[in-house]
Protein backbone atom coordinates (compact mmCIF):
# COMPACT_ATOMS: atom_id res chain seq x y z
CA UNK A 1 0.00 0.00 0.00
CA UNK A 2 1.59 3.40 -0.73
CA UNK A 3 2.37 5.68 2.65
CA UNK A 4 4.11 8.40 3.73
CA UNK A 5 5.37 8.14 7.01
CA UNK A 6 6.89 10.40 9.67
CA UNK A 7 8.24 9.54 13.17
CA UNK A 8 5.08 9.98 15.26
CA UNK A 9 6.68 10.77 18.60
CA UNK A 10 7.92 14.09 19.28
CA UNK A 11 11.55 15.57 18.52
CA UNK A 12 13.35 17.20 21.21
CA UNK A 13 16.31 19.27 20.79
CA UNK A 14 18.14 21.71 22.54
CA UNK A 15 18.00 25.34 21.31
CA UNK A 16 21.02 26.00 18.82
CA UNK A 17 21.76 22.12 17.53
CA UNK A 18 20.35 20.94 14.60
CA UNK A 19 16.98 19.37 14.21
CA UNK A 20 16.50 16.99 11.66
CA UNK A 21 13.03 15.27 10.92
CA UNK A 22 12.80 12.26 8.35
CA UNK A 23 10.17 11.78 6.00
CA UNK A 24 9.78 7.76 4.06
CA UNK A 25 7.53 7.08 1.37
CA UNK A 26 6.51 3.59 0.10
CA UNK A 27 4.91 2.92 -3.34
CA UNK A 28 5.09 6.43 -4.75
CA UNK A 29 6.93 8.36 -7.62
CA UNK A 30 7.05 11.34 -6.52
CA UNK A 31 7.40 14.59 -9.19
CA UNK A 32 8.35 16.31 -5.80
CA UNK A 33 7.89 16.31 -2.00
CA UNK A 34 7.63 19.61 -0.02
CA UNK A 35 7.52 20.16 3.64
CA UNK A 36 5.53 22.48 5.87
CA UNK A 37 4.86 24.18 9.19
CA UNK A 38 1.87 24.02 11.49
CA UNK A 39 1.00 25.34 14.50
CA UNK A 40 -1.48 24.80 16.59
CA UNK A 41 -4.59 25.76 15.81
CA UNK A 42 -3.51 27.09 12.05
CA UNK A 43 -3.50 25.79 8.79
CA UNK A 44 -0.56 24.58 7.30
CA UNK A 45 2.67 27.22 6.10
CA UNK A 46 4.46 25.93 2.94
CA UNK A 47 8.22 26.02 3.70
CA UNK A 48 10.48 24.18 0.75
CA UNK A 49 10.17 22.05 -2.33
CA UNK A 50 12.60 19.47 -3.99
CA UNK A 51 12.03 18.04 -7.04
CA UNK A 52 12.64 14.19 -7.78
CA UNK A 53 15.84 15.59 -9.68
CA UNK A 54 17.26 17.52 -6.72
CA UNK A 55 19.86 16.35 -4.08
CA UNK A 56 19.14 18.90 -1.57
CA UNK A 57 17.54 22.55 -0.87
CA UNK A 58 18.18 25.17 1.00
CA UNK A 59 16.38 28.54 2.68
CA UNK A 60 18.29 30.31 5.60
CA UNK A 61 18.73 27.83 8.29
CA UNK A 62 16.48 24.91 6.71
CA UNK A 63 17.75 21.96 4.00
CA UNK A 64 16.14 19.78 3.01
CA UNK A 65 17.52 16.43 0.91
CA UNK A 66 15.51 13.87 -1.21
CA UNK A 67 17.22 10.43 -1.72
CA UNK A 68 14.93 8.39 -4.70
CA UNK A 69 16.92 5.33 -3.99
CA UNK A 70 15.85 5.70 -0.16
CA UNK A 71 12.49 6.60 -0.66
CA UNK A 72 13.18 9.64 2.04
CA UNK A 73 13.80 12.96 2.33
CA UNK A 74 15.32 14.33 5.46
CA UNK A 75 14.57 18.14 7.13
CA UNK A 76 17.16 19.99 8.66
CA UNK A 77 16.65 22.89 11.21
CA UNK A 78 20.12 24.45 12.25
CA UNK A 79 20.88 27.13 15.00
CA UNK A 80 17.11 25.75 16.14
CA UNK A 81 15.28 27.88 18.09
CA UNK A 82 12.38 27.75 20.24
CA UNK A 83 10.12 29.50 17.60
CA UNK A 84 11.31 26.51 15.39
CA UNK A 85 8.79 24.54 17.72
CA UNK A 86 5.96 22.83 15.25
CA UNK A 87 4.55 20.14 13.96
CA UNK A 88 6.55 19.81 10.63
CA UNK A 89 4.52 17.61 7.55
CA UNK A 90 5.93 16.31 5.12
CA UNK A 91 3.82 16.12 1.64
CA UNK A 92 4.85 14.52 -1.65
CA UNK A 93 2.57 15.13 -5.51
CA UNK A 94 2.77 11.40 -7.21
CA UNK A 95 4.44 11.46 -10.69
CA UNK A 96 0.87 10.63 -12.02
CA UNK A 97 0.18 14.16 -11.97
CA UNK A 98 -3.50 13.97 -10.65
CA UNK A 99 -2.27 17.37 -8.63
CA UNK A 100 -3.63 16.10 -5.57
CA UNK A 101 -0.32 16.69 -2.40
CA UNK A 102 -0.81 13.70 -0.24
CA UNK A 103 0.53 14.85 3.36
CA UNK A 104 2.04 12.76 6.43
CA UNK A 105 1.21 13.15 9.80
CA UNK A 106 3.68 15.34 10.73
CA UNK A 107 5.94 15.53 13.57
CA UNK A 108 6.11 17.57 16.45
CA UNK A 109 9.20 19.15 17.32
CA UNK A 110 10.42 20.68 20.32
CA UNK A 111 13.51 22.98 20.89
CA UNK A 112 14.58 23.30 24.04
CA UNK A 113 15.22 26.80 25.64
CA UNK B 1 -7.96 38.80 -0.10
CA UNK B 2 -4.37 38.20 2.10
CA UNK B 3 -4.79 34.83 2.64
CA UNK B 4 -7.30 32.24 2.61
CA UNK B 5 -10.29 33.15 5.01
CA UNK B 6 -12.22 30.25 6.42
CA UNK B 7 -15.60 30.68 8.30
CA UNK B 8 -16.93 29.72 11.43
CA UNK B 9 -13.54 29.23 13.03
CA UNK B 10 -15.36 26.91 15.53
CA UNK B 11 -18.57 25.28 14.76
CA UNK B 12 -20.43 23.07 17.49
CA UNK B 13 -23.68 21.17 15.53
CA UNK B 14 -25.77 18.22 17.01
CA UNK B 15 -26.10 14.82 15.64
CA UNK B 16 -28.06 14.39 12.18
CA UNK B 17 -27.91 18.40 11.66
CA UNK B 18 -26.40 20.09 8.84
CA UNK B 19 -23.58 22.36 8.57
CA UNK B 20 -22.11 24.52 5.58
CA UNK B 21 -18.46 25.01 6.05
CA UNK B 22 -16.95 28.05 3.95
CA UNK B 23 -13.71 29.20 2.09
CA UNK B 24 -12.66 32.37 0.67
CA UNK B 25 -9.04 31.83 -1.62
CA UNK B 26 -6.73 33.98 -2.71
CA UNK B 27 -7.89 36.69 -5.39
CA UNK B 28 -6.15 34.89 -8.37
CA UNK B 29 -6.07 31.46 -7.26
CA UNK B 30 -7.38 29.12 -9.68
CA UNK B 31 -7.03 25.82 -7.55
CA UNK B 32 -8.90 25.48 -4.67
CA UNK B 33 -8.71 21.93 -2.24
CA UNK B 34 -10.78 21.25 0.63
CA UNK B 35 -8.49 18.48 3.38
CA UNK B 36 -9.74 17.28 6.91
CA UNK B 37 -7.61 16.77 9.62
CA UNK B 38 -8.60 14.72 12.48
CA UNK B 39 -6.68 14.84 15.57
CA UNK B 40 -3.62 12.90 15.10
CA UNK B 41 -3.96 12.29 11.73
CA UNK B 42 -2.69 13.53 8.21
CA UNK B 43 -4.34 15.34 6.32
CA UNK B 44 -6.95 13.76 4.45
CA UNK B 45 -7.80 15.00 0.66
CA UNK B 46 -11.70 15.60 0.40
CA UNK B 47 -12.28 17.55 -2.74
CA UNK B 48 -10.28 19.77 -5.22
CA UNK B 49 -11.38 22.82 -7.63
CA UNK B 50 -9.33 24.05 -10.94
CA UNK B 51 -10.99 26.40 -12.76
CA UNK B 52 -14.24 25.56 -14.54
CA UNK B 53 -13.16 21.72 -14.68
CA UNK B 54 -15.36 19.61 -13.08
CA UNK B 55 -14.16 18.70 -9.30
CA UNK B 56 -12.02 16.14 -8.56
CA UNK B 57 -14.54 14.46 -5.58
CA UNK B 58 -12.46 11.12 -5.16
CA UNK B 59 -11.88 12.20 -1.00
CA UNK B 60 -15.18 12.54 -0.32
CA UNK B 61 -16.17 10.48 2.25
CA UNK B 62 -19.69 9.70 1.52
CA UNK B 63 -22.71 10.93 -0.43
CA UNK B 64 -23.68 13.28 3.30
CA UNK B 65 -20.83 15.27 2.03
CA UNK B 66 -20.41 17.89 -1.61
CA UNK B 67 -19.03 20.80 -2.17
CA UNK B 68 -19.57 23.92 -4.99
CA UNK B 69 -17.11 26.59 -5.83
CA UNK B 70 -19.44 29.94 -7.29
CA UNK B 71 -17.95 31.93 -10.00
CA UNK B 72 -14.39 30.43 -9.70
CA UNK B 73 -13.78 32.25 -5.87
CA UNK B 74 -15.82 31.36 -2.88
CA UNK B 75 -16.56 27.71 -2.14
CA UNK B 76 -19.07 25.83 0.11
CA UNK B 77 -18.41 22.76 2.02
CA UNK B 78 -21.52 20.78 3.23
CA UNK B 79 -22.15 18.25 5.16
CA UNK B 80 -25.76 16.60 5.39
CA UNK B 81 -26.85 14.33 8.68
CA UNK B 82 -23.39 15.06 10.34
CA UNK B 83 -22.36 12.09 12.53
CA UNK B 84 -20.04 12.10 15.18
CA UNK B 85 -17.38 10.93 13.36
CA UNK B 86 -17.54 14.36 10.80
CA UNK B 87 -15.58 16.07 13.94
CA UNK B 88 -12.49 17.17 12.60
CA UNK B 89 -10.42 20.37 11.52
CA UNK B 90 -11.57 20.49 7.82
CA UNK B 91 -8.81 22.56 5.88
CA UNK B 92 -8.79 24.66 2.59
CA UNK B 93 -5.85 25.64 0.47
CA UNK B 94 -5.22 27.87 -2.67
CA UNK B 95 -2.78 27.46 -5.36
CA UNK B 96 -2.19 29.24 -8.78
CA UNK B 97 -3.34 26.06 -10.71
CA UNK B 98 -2.28 22.68 -11.11
CA UNK B 99 1.59 23.61 -11.43
CA UNK B 100 0.92 26.01 -8.96
CA UNK B 101 0.65 23.23 -6.00
CA UNK B 102 4.57 23.36 -7.17
CA UNK B 103 5.17 26.43 -5.24
CA UNK B 104 2.84 25.07 -2.14
CA UNK B 105 -0.57 25.58 -1.17
CA UNK B 106 -1.47 28.24 0.75
CA UNK B 107 -4.23 27.23 4.07
CA UNK B 108 -6.74 29.02 5.98
CA UNK B 109 -6.85 28.76 10.00
CA UNK B 110 -9.79 25.92 9.50
CA UNK B 111 -12.71 25.46 10.67
CA UNK B 112 -13.04 23.35 13.83
CA UNK B 113 -15.98 21.18 13.67
CA UNK B 114 -17.53 19.34 16.96
CA UNK B 115 -20.62 17.15 16.09
CA UNK B 116 -22.24 16.68 19.38
Known amino acids: SQKIEQNSEALNIQEGKTATLTCNYT??????LQWYRQDPGRGPVFLLL?????KEKRKERLKVTFDTTLKQSLFHITASQPADSATYLC????????????FGKGTRLHILP | GAGVSQSPSNKVTEKGKDVELRCDPISGHTALYWYRQSLGQGLEFLIY????????KSGLPSDRFSAERTGGSVSTLTIQRTQQEDSAVYLC??????????????FGSGTRLTVV
Open chain 2, 49 to 56: FQGNSAPD
Open chain 1, 91 to 102: ALMPMNRDDKII
Open chain 2, 93 to 106: ASSFGSLGAAYGYT
Open chain 1, 50 to 54: IRENE
Open chain 1, 27 to 32: NYSPAY
